[in-house]
């Protein structure tokens, strides 16, 4: 299969493509900064601010009924004499309204109790045995979040490091400025997901974008790399060069795209929840990171 993109023609639609999707970006992380009730840039899960999660099951004789999770919230916000204490609960039933999952700020062992023993009065008994809690203090909370921003500026400066010493300052500011726009387009979708659909990030989130990061330049180098090569020929034009190049490198890329987002694709529709925002961040990040080494990247590199 020979590919023929025409990116001279194309480079306005391109960026404009990109912009697009950055300002959409932009718009959510802002709205989401100053308008939502976390007031932070993106919805921060339990490990990066810390809190409790208590799942316990119901006891019922047959199936277990229905029950409203305001209703309850409001319930148990009346029946505790520390109103504040329940202010930030997320209550959610679960496997047939069987399963009860809690979501609270930190609450010490004894708050923890007065919770479920409350909770047991409002919907009935409960089963003790089955109750499993997760506990995440605020400090470990905050150390966990500045760990994984060092982690990820670390792993950018060094993207840089590397880039500027395997291209000229020209090639690496392109390179970093395509890596910017995948990681920002993907951040701006998830501050959108935490504002439509009150989706949380976690540690995985983080990891996720430092492996954006390296497939995303992994790619866009193999271009510049071919770029670079062909232009040292000096049989074509400039643009063409860039063309010739990004059109023999499109199946090379394409095919590691679709190989590496099969994987994905099935734990999206497969995997266990845990792993289900991890895996959708991924599959965003390959999309767009695709997207920029093909088009957008040697884009920057046509001349009028």
Not at 189 to 198: C, H, K, Q, R
Request: aromatic fraction near 10%; charge should be positive; charged fraction near 15%.
């Amino acid at each position: 299969m020979n590919f023929n993109l025409d990116l001279v023609t194309n480079k306005k639609r391109i960026f404009g493509i990109s912009s697009f999707f950055i300002a959409l970006s932009l718009i959510g992380i802002l709205y989401s900064n100053f308008y939502t009730s976390y007031k932070r840039p993106i919805n921060l899960g339990m490990d990066f601010i810390g809190g409790n999660e208590i799942r316990i099951e119901r006891i019922c004789k047959k199936e277990c009924s229905g029950l409203s999770p305001d209703l309850v919230i409001q319930k148990l916000i009346n029946s505790s004499d520390n109103k504040s204490l329940f202010n930030n609960i997320i209550l959610q039933f679960q496997n047939n309204n069987k399963l009860i999952s809690i979501r609270t700020s930190y609450l010490k062992i004894e708050e923890s109790n007065v919770l479920i023993n409350n909770l047991e009065e409002i919907i009935g008994p409960l089963d003790f045995d089955s109750k499993n809690t997760r506990l995440i203090g605020p400090k470990l909370g905050k150390k966990l979040l500045i760990n994984c921003t060092t982690s990820l500026l670390v792993a950018l400066i060094a993207i840089s490091l590397y880039i500027s010493l395997r291209f000229d300052r020209k090639y690496a500011l392109l390179a970093l400025l395509a890596l910017f726009h995948d990681l920002f387009i993907v951040f701006g979708i998830f501050s959108w997901l935490g504002i439509l659909l009150s989706i949380e990030v976690n540690s995985l989130f983080a990891v996720s974008l430092l492996t954006i990061a390296g497939y995303s330049v992994n790619d866009t180098v193999v271009i510049f790399d071919r770029i670079r090569e062909n232009l040292k020929l000096k049989k074509h034009s400039h643009n063409e060069v860039v063309q010739i190049s990004v059109n023999e490198s499109i199946r090379r890329t394409a095919f590691t795209s679709i190989t590496t987002l099969i994987p994905l694709l099935t734990l999206v529709l497969f995997g266990s929840y845990s792993l289900f925002w991890f895996s959708v961040s991924l599959s965003l990040g390959i999309i767009v990171g695709s997207y920029s080494s093909i088009l957008l990247a040697p884009s920057f590199l046509i001349k009028r």
